[in-house]
Nanobody
């Protein structure tokens, strides 16, 4: 079993920055695909970025490339999402997710149904 707890959300003005954290507990699988997803009001959950905990593989949605950076600290079992140049359209509940496998590439990379473990979410609100 894997448990995920997000933190770091908040309210910022457009152009600002935030860093989200996701702490993982449970069985210490050496290689997992972990990522960040978000759901804006009235919209479906969508993928933001993923990485492989045992390697360097990363993948970003086009909407956040160049603004968001996903990273990990395996010693702390923590996943991060550094968000900069935030826009009002980035407003959403942000979720951490994980699955016990290599990360998929291409169109399957950010598929929400491919992740088995989810956190409760942390709210990010960007005002104009």
């Amino acid at each position: 079993q894997v448990q995920l707890v997000e933190s770091g959300g908040g309210s910022v003005q457009a152009g600002g920055s935030l860093r989200l954290s996701c702490t993982r507990s449970g069985y210490p699988y050496p290689n997992m695909c972990m990522g960040w997803f978000r759901r804006a009001p009235g919209k479906e959950r969508e993928g933001v970025a993923i990485l492989l905990t045992g390697g360097r593989q990363t993948y970003y949605d086009d909407s956040v490339k160049g603004r968001f950076t996903i990273s990990k600290d395996n010693a702390k079992n923590t996943l991060y999402l550094e968000m900069s140049s935030l826009k009002p359209e980035d407003t959403a509940m942000y979720y951490c997710a994980a699955d016990i496998r290599e990360c998929f590439g291409g169109v399957l990379a950010l598929l929400t149904s491919a992740f088995s473990y989810w956190g409760q979410g942390t709210q990010v609100t960007v005002s104009s």
